[in-house]
């Protein structure tokens, strides 16, 4: 028997449909004025498809030393700073997972704490210049290395692990540290994705960081130079600005280095998707 369509359904479809398209339009419209030869974009022939195609933007872009150099430092960043968060999280949550742990309950009150108030930018700022970080990479990892919401999500998955798989560990000889790395951490793969996931798309999107801890431009990541390029009027490619004036659309440059730097998250995203599934419903339901 087919299921009667409702007024509920084609409403719903149609809000649906008009989110896909909103959500669609600006990475088709970029798309198109990237692909397209510079004298139609002056002209705005340009709408969802490219005119006078062509690659010489990507191409440009693509040689060029300084987006070169922050899409290396942006693999770079994301790469430390994903294993360090992980590493920290999941060593952090596993003591506070235990209900005999000494001065879990202050933790946990800490942690909470945590959540709702900050130190502000201003303190983070002299923090970061005390502790001699600044211009370095650890100033875009260490701070955000601890997430309160991701121990608590840690704390929540180790809880529902049974007690008599450390238990047998524990009358077999092992030690905390050997349960820990050997036993918790392995059976905590599709946790430590799902982490993966967040902390990766973390610091490949970080922009207010890098912004406030970073001046000089050898270090910038990708997000850094791409609001020099869209916000700025000048470009931080210096020597090869009025080459690029003169054979290229400034706005098609623009967004052809937004597109390649959407690429890596559309190629990575579907093959992790159900990580990130898991992730969100992990500490959802305790079982």
């Known amino acids: 028997m087919k299921k009667k369509f409702t007024w509920f359904d084609c409403i719903n479809a149609a809000l649906l449909s008009l989110l896909c398209i909103s959500i669609l339009f600006p990475f088709f419209y970029m798309l198109a004025i990237s692909l397209s ?110 997430n309160s919401v991701f121990i608590i999500m840690t704390i929540t998955f180790y809880q529902a692990i049974p007690k008599e798989i450390e238990e047998s560990a524990m009358i077999d000889g092992a030690s905390v540290y050997g349960i820990l790395f050997k036993i918790i951490m392995p059976v905590s793969k599709p946790l430590a994705a799902a982490l993966s996931l967040f902390f990766a798309m973390y610091h490949y999107n970080s922009y207010f960081l890098p912004l406030i801890y970073l001046n000089k431009k050898v270090l910038y990541p990708l997000q850094v130079v791409l609001k020099d390029m869209v916000i700025s009027t000048s470009s931080l490619m210096e020597n090869q600005r009025m080459e690029a004036v003169n054979e290229y659309a400034q706005v098609s440059l623009q967004y052809a280095t937004i597109i390649i730097s959407v690429i890596p998250l559309l190629i990575l995203f579907p093959i992790i998707q159900k990580y990130f599934i898991k992730g969100v419903m992990i500490g959802a339901v305790k079982g």
Do not use: C, D, H
């Not at 704490?113 to 600044?134: A, D, Q, R, S, V």
């Open 37 to 146: 030869a510079k004298i139609e974009v002056m002209q705005g022939n340009v709408f969802l498809f490219p005119r006078g195609f062509n690659l010489k933007s990507y191409s440009y872009m693509l040689s060029s030393s300084t987006i070169g150099l922050a899409f290396l430092n942006t693999l770079k960043y994301t790469v430390i700073g994903t294993a360090v968060g992980v590493l920290l999280t999941m060593i952090s949550a596993y003591p506070l997972s235990k209900k005999e742990f000494f001065g879990r309950k202050l933790f946990m009150k800490i942690i909470v704490f945590t959540m709702i108030f900050n130190g502000g930018i201003i303190p983070n700022y002299l923090l970061i210049l005390k502790l001699g970080l600044y211009n370095s990479m650890w100033a875009l990892v260490l701070p955000v290395a601890i």
